[in-house]
């Protein structure tokens, strides 16, 4: 079993700097894919950045730029660095531990998310 906790949201102004952080503790490998969503208030959830291993990053386009996904070297602790921060990015921002399964089939299938924080941008 699998456990995420986030920490960092809060209320910014426009053109603010936000640090998201999200401990994961459990069983899985440190390599294993891990990402940050968001939910907007009548909008569908999606997908902000991705972090498979170091060096494997994705963005959504929105975000390019602006937003940095990291993690510790344990590979327990992932990080969403947001600068430049708009009202459009208003959300809920959730951390997501994707299914992972190595060469030798190692791993686990199931998708893990936490529990939520709130990130709020004034204009």
């Known amino acids: 079993q699998v456990q995420l906790v986030e920490s960092g949201g809060g209320l910014v102004q426009a053109g603010g700097s936000l640090r998201l952080s999200c401990v994961a503790s459990?069983?899985?490998?440190?390599?294993?894919?891990m990402a940050w969503w968001r939910q907007a208030p009548g909008k569908m959830r999606e997908l902000v950045a991705r972090i498979a291993s170091p060096g494997s990053t994705t963005y959504a386009e929105s975000v390019k730029g602006r937003f940095t996904i990291s993690r510790d070297i344990a590979g327990n602790t992932v990080y969403l660095q947001m600068n430049s921060l708009k009202p459009e990015d208003t959300a809920v921002y959730y951390c997501?531990?994707?299914?992972?399964?190595?060469?030798?089939?190692?791993?686990?299938?199931?998708?893990?998310w936490g529990q939520g924080t709130q990130v709020t941008v004034s204009s």
């Open positions: 997501n531990l994707e299914p992972y399964r190595n060469i030798n089939g190692l791993g686990h299938d199931d998708d893990y």
């Open positions: 459990g069983n899985f490998f440190s390599i294993n894919p």
